[in-house]
């Protein structure tokens, strides 16, 4: 069985994202898991339905997307293969695919949209608890250097850039919701059409707009 974990702090993301990522796992992932949701939202149990464990992270000084970083803390108590998505994807097949990928030293991730031959996207990651030490403890230990980045993928694209468990998942297998594959510019919104890739089974929602913004219908009968 894996850890399928997600996280919901602080008032960016309504509770209800979590209700639809609940849902659209449940659809499209076949293989064992445990739906595992950190959060500092003290009545969200009685917000959401579904079979899941709800927890706190250990530390309480770090904020926004530093936060997230605490899914490699070994004081989170994740055990075995953990895979986990950010709150503002549409899943739109199955992803059974993901959470098999590799083997069980494997960190998976997929490459930047904005950036690919640059950046990795921590929007959809895959790891085992080896990994998730060494990453904790060259972020926590080096706090000052670390947060001079742009962000949680940027440390980690840094310091797993070269780990020779480092796996990237196949770029067909998530899209943008702003333009289908890496080659194009992030920078060309006269190009953005919102069109739904035939072979992409997650769509990343990353600035905005937000799932719950889109009028288009593929995303509509998915994220639900």
């Given at each position: 069985m ?42 969200i ?5 579904g079979?899941?464990?709800f ?37 739109t ?26 950046f ?35 440390v ?8 020779k ?5 196949p770029?067909e ?32 929602f ?8 889109s ?10």
């Amino acid at each position: 069985m894996i850890n399928f974990c997600c996280v919901i702090y602080g008032n960016k993301y309504r509770v209800v994202y979590v209700q639809h990522l609940y849902n659209m796992i449940k659809r499209h992932l076949t293989v064992p898991y445990k739906f595992i949701c950190f959060t500092d939202h003290v009545k969200i149990h009685k917000q959401v339905e579904g079979d899941i464990e709800f927890r706190k992270f250990n530390k309480h000084n770090l904020q926004g997307w530093w936060n997230k970083l605490q899914l490699f803390n070994p004081e989170t108590g994740l055990e075995g293969i953990n895979f986990y998505l950010d709150l503002d994807v549409v899943i739109t097949d199955n992803i059974d695919c993901f959470v098999t990928f590799g083997d069980t030293d494997t960190f998976g991730i997929i490459r930047d949209f904005g950036q690919p031959k640059k950046f990795y996207n921590s929007s959809v990651m895959k790891w085992n608890n080896k990994t998730a030490e060494k990453i904790w403890k060259q972020f926590y230990d080096n706090q000052s250097k670390y947060k001079k980045m742009q962000g949680d993928q940027n440390v980690v694209t840094k310091i797993m850039e070269d780990d020779k468990n480092l796996k990237i998942f196949p770029d067909e297998w998530t899209q943008s919701y702003k333009w289908l594959d890496r080659s194009q510019t992030r920078f060309s919104k006269t190009k953005w059409t919102f069109e739904k890739s035939p072979t992409s089974k997650i769509t990343i929602f990353h600035g905005n707009p937000n799932p719950h913004e889109s009028d288009k219908e593929w995303v509509k009968n998915n994220w639900k």
